[in-house]
């Protein structure tokens, strides 16, 4: 069975910084894109950051310039590094990620359980 683990959220001032993680477990033969996504009250969910397994990254224009997404392949985690946070930073934050799995090499897009942040100003 695959799952994702996130941790890293909690509640920081305006201006501060807080880095998440989330790792994948189990039997994974493969990981292409993972993501971080977002989501406030009343809100839909939207894609804060993504990374493909070559590298390359894309941002939401909201949080250009102060989020910076990474990942380390060796331990299947992604990360997301978030400064000069703001008050409308504050939401759940979710990662997700595409894999196929080991053995049954199945294709397979999770979620992660979901990580508070809040940003107070």
């Known amino acids: 069975q695959v799952q994702l683990v996130e941790s890293g959220g909690g509640l920081v001032q305006a201006g501060g910084s807080l880095r998440l993680s989330c790792e994948a477990s189990g039997s994974i033969f493969s990981i292409n894109a993972m993501g971080w996504y977002r989501q406030a009250p009343g809100k839909q969910r939207e894609l804060v950051a993504g990374i493909r397994s070559y590298g390359s990254t894309n941002y939401a224009d909201s949080v250009q310039g102060r989020f910076t997404i990474s990942r380390d392949n060796a331990k299947n985690t992604v990360y997301l590094l978030m400064n000069s946070l703001k008050p409308e930073d504050t939401a759940v934050y979710y990662c997700?990620?595409?894999?196929?799995?080991?053995?049954?090499?199945?294709?397979?897009?999770?979620w992660g359980q979901g990580t508070l942040v809040t940003v107070s100003s």
């Open positions: 997700n990620v595409d894999l196929v799995t080991g053995g049954s090499y199945k294709y397979l897009e999770l």
